[in-house]
């Protein structure tokens, strides 16, 4: 196959997520009398997490739900945000919390992570959320992997047979991409820098997501024709003197033999918070004993 892909438009595809989370949110508040809370704690002045966390903050508020914001000194004691943790884990407006990575160095990340209460561990991260997700148990899911798997589904609709090979072994992305396209029965290859002949194998992939934080490395000769591209990277470069956002995978040549690819921008970024909000609905329904939420969950 030879040609152009279509083109996965992820902002489209999260502006509808936001929609139907906003519509779940407004019938929980009719309904039962619940408005879901997300609560984002930001250590330090780490300009593109400032840049994240405002991103968040509007957006929860924009679908209807209670936005937290706490924003801490980059020289805080671990201890005291340690207590900002154990408080917003009693507090029962609260039913999301997403702690802003990567924490001042001081600090250890893992610990701080498990000490949020994985039922509103919003970011997937804790270690029994990703113990259950590797069982495939009833999980919280981290953000970006669903968003993946969301743009996937919708795409191909069942994945079940089809080789997935997931660029990239990060806690945050490869690990938990491949756990659910495990999940959904696909054939996983996990690739990585180390990986031999990575060309080759990425050939063999019905499904690629790329997910390393190098621009350009995957060629558009590694795309098996027709094959479903998702470009997780997001990887600042200088062309001309001007900044500008590019993914993993070159993609002006990807683009001619894939079938489907995501763009970067406007491709799995947007989608990432979108899920977030998703995960924050899905957090609130199960404090409350209530179904989950259609769609929104793998
Ligand atoms: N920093 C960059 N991406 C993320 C994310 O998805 N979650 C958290 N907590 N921090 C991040």
Sequence with gaps: MSGQAAI???????????????????????????????????VGEDPASQVYVRNKGRQTVEVGMAS???KLPAETPEAELADLVARLN???AVHGILVQLPLPAHMDATKVINAIDPAKDADGFHILNVGLLGTGQKAMVPCTPLGCLMMLRDHLGSLAGLNAVVVGRSNIVG????????????????????TRDLAQVCRGADILVAAVGRPGMIKGDWVKPGATVIDVGINRIEVDGKARLTGDVEFETAVRTAGAITP?????????????????L???CRANGLPDPEGLTP
Excluded at 175 to 194: D, F, G, I, W, Y
């Design 8 to 42: 996965i438009d992820g902002k489209a595809f999260a502006a509808g997520l936001r929609g139907r989370i906003g519509a779940q949110v407004a019938r929980l508040k009719a309904d039962h009398g619940i408005t879901p809370g997300l609560a984002v704690v930001l």
């Design 68 to 70: 937290f914001e706490h």
């Design 90 to 92: 009693a507090d029962p």
């Design 175 to 194: 690990k938990p991409m491949a756990q659910l396209l495990l999940n959904e029965s696909c054939t996983v290859t996990v690739a990585h820098s180390r």
């Design 264 to 280: 970067v921008p406007g491709g799995v970024g947007p989608m990432t918070i979108a899920c977030l909000l998703a995960n924050t």
């Design 282 to 284: 899905t957090a609130c």
